[in-house]
T-cell receptor, first 115, second 117 residues
Framework: DSGVTQTPKHLITATGQRVTLRCSPR?????VYWYQQSLDQGLQFLIQ???????AKGNILERFSAQQFPDLHSELNLSSLELGDSALYFC??????????????FGPGTRLTVL | AQKITQTQPGMFVQEKEAVTLDCTYD???????LFWYKQPSSGEMIFLIY??????QNATEGRYSLNFQKARKSANLVISASQLGDSAMYFC??????????????FGKGTKLTVNP
């Protein structure tokens, strides 16, 4: 158990819908990262937050957004869902922010299926 | 351009033997970090080992060691005394911290390791 929690574990929805994925980092970790893992694209970094502020952005679509709240939990919002958004979405956390070498600990993931 | 290359889509090893999983990377930044993660069939990502670009010694964690060859830009994972439970996907990842820019993280495509009894 990495100490990172993600809810829900599974999510099935329809095209055009909007969903919210939730992540609670390990106790004391300030950084939260979101990743998407799909069969064709592999594991892709989406976005990072550090202590409530966006710190780094990867291949995140404009239909997707995220935020980190004062209690450090984070939410990833996916809207206007398409079939291609079906993937495993991981959240990871680490203690530090930019410039600090920290391993990232991953949550169990949320499997999103868009029908 | 591919930043992290894992050339072995699949590898097989006999139980109790050692296996090396290859990883090469491409960066022009002097400051970076390299990670290996294990993903069993259950789906979770498990952190295995980390190597910083300025670390003088190769990282080791139990049965895992990282063969870091900076000049060759390679960071191969060595698993000693393979166990059946080592069967999984293994991902090499690089964290770049460029000057004045936001940190970037990139993963390789992964290597599927199968340990045979």
């Amino acid at each position: 158990d990495s100490g990172v929690t993600q809810t829900p574990k599974h999510l099935i929805t329809a095209t055009g819908q909007r969903v919210t994925l939730r992540c609670s980092p390990r106790s004391g970790d300030l950084s939260v990262y979101w990743y998407q893992q799909s069969l064709d694209q592999g594991l892709q970094f989406l976005i990072q937050y550090y202590n409530g502020e966006e710190r780094a952005k990867g291949n995140i679509l404009e239909r997707f957004s995220a935020q980190q709240f004062p209690d450090l939990h984070s939410e990833l919002n996916l809207s206007s869902l398409e079939l291609g958004d079906s993937a495993l979405y991981f959240c990871a956390s680490s203690p530090g922010g930019q410039g600090v070498y920290n391993e990232q600990f991953f949550g169990p993931g949320t499997r999103l299926t868009v029908l | 351009a591919q930043k992290i290359t894992q050339t072995q889509p699949g590898m097989f090893v006999q139980e109790k033997e050692a296996v090396t999983l290859d990883c090469t990377y491409d960066t022009s930044d002097p400051s970076y970090g390299l990670f290996w993660y294990k993903q069993p069939s259950s789906g979770e990502m498990i952190f295995l080992i980390y190597q910083g670009s300025y670390d003088q010694q190769n990282a080791t964690e139990g049965r895992y060691s990282l063969n870091f060859q900076k000049a060759r830009k390679s960071a191969n994972l060595v698993i000693s005394a393979s166990q059946l439970g080592d069967s999984a996907m293994y991902f090499c990842a690089m964290r770049e911290v460029p000057q004045g820019g936001s940190e970037k993280l990139v993963f390789g495509k992964g290597t599927k390791l199968t340990v045979n009894p």
